[in-house]
């Protein structure tokens, strides 16, 4: 199995931009996550879906930030307009019946200039 | 809300035993896991415990006790390729199935 796939590995991008990060999880987990990680905060989950559908997106930034996950197979997490303090490792993970071991993708990192 | 406590930072020698603490607050507690991360890389599962008890998986076992909020990671024979960062996280069904993570603890282990 290849595993939880991210993309792109690395963004540098400027203030102001919209950057999108895009994952997908490994076939037939019915459960996907999108922490952030950072020195300051450590990891956070930002937000996850169990069935393609948000279960809860209470760690969610602020409304500069959305998730999607049109089908079992791909999801995004977006940033518009991006600033500097979202600058961090975006982890994508899954897993199969919500409870015991994630998956992680091998993540994200973000420059916000 | 969640909230779990671990050391920040652990050194210990090569060869040696290490104990990584974990005390934790969550509602619909469901179970505890461990996860290793090296610089630069990503989260990797090591263990979870759902019961009380000791689970033992190679060099590494992890505990829990449901009634003291309580857990720890248990690193045997120790190594050099074990310098890393720890988590705890803890499996909540509040709302959903989710899992939060501590804030980890550095390893550093030296020869």
């Known amino acids: 199995d290849a595993g939880v796939i991210q993309s792109p590995r690395h963004e540098v991008t400027e203030m102001g931009q919209e950057v999108t990060l895009r994952c997908k999880p490994i076939?037939?987990?019915?459960?996907l996550f999108w922490y952030r990680q950072t020195m300051m905060r450590g990891l956070e989950l930002l937000i996850y879906f169990n069935n393609n559908v948000p279960i809860d997106d209470s760690g969610m930034p602020e409304d500069r930030f959305s998730a999607k996950m049109p089908n079992a197979s791909f999801s995004t997490l977006k940033i518009q307009p991006s600033e500097p303090r979202d600058s961090a490792v975006y982890f994508c993970?899954?897993?199969?019946?919500?409870?015991?071991?994630?998956?992680f993708g091998e993540g994200s990192r973000l420059t916000v200039l | 809300g969640q909230s779990l406590e671990q050391p920040s930072e652990v050194t210990a020698v090569e060869g040696a035993i290490v104990q990584i603490n974990c005390t934790y607050q969550?509602?619909?507690?469901?179970?505890l896991s461990w996860y290793q991360q090296h610089d630069g890389g990503a989260p990797t599962f090591l263990s979870y415990?759902?019961?009380?008890g000791l689970e033992e998986t190679g060099r590494f076992s992890s505990f829990l006790s449901r009634s003291d909020s309580y857990g720890y990671l248990l690193l045997q024979e120790l190594q050099m390729k074990d310098s890393a960062s720890y988590f705890c996280?803890?499996?909540?069904?509040?709302?959903?199935?989710?899992?939060?993570f501590g804030a980890g603890t550095r390893l550093f282990v030296k020869a």
């Open positions: 969550t509602s619909g507690f469901y179970g």
């Open positions: 993970a899954s897993t199969t019946g919500g409870a015991g071991e994630l998956f």
């Open positions: 996280a803890v499996g909540s069904n509040t709302g959903g199935f989710k899992t939060i």
């Open positions: 076939s037939g987990h019915d459960y």
């Open positions: 415990n759902a019961l009380d």
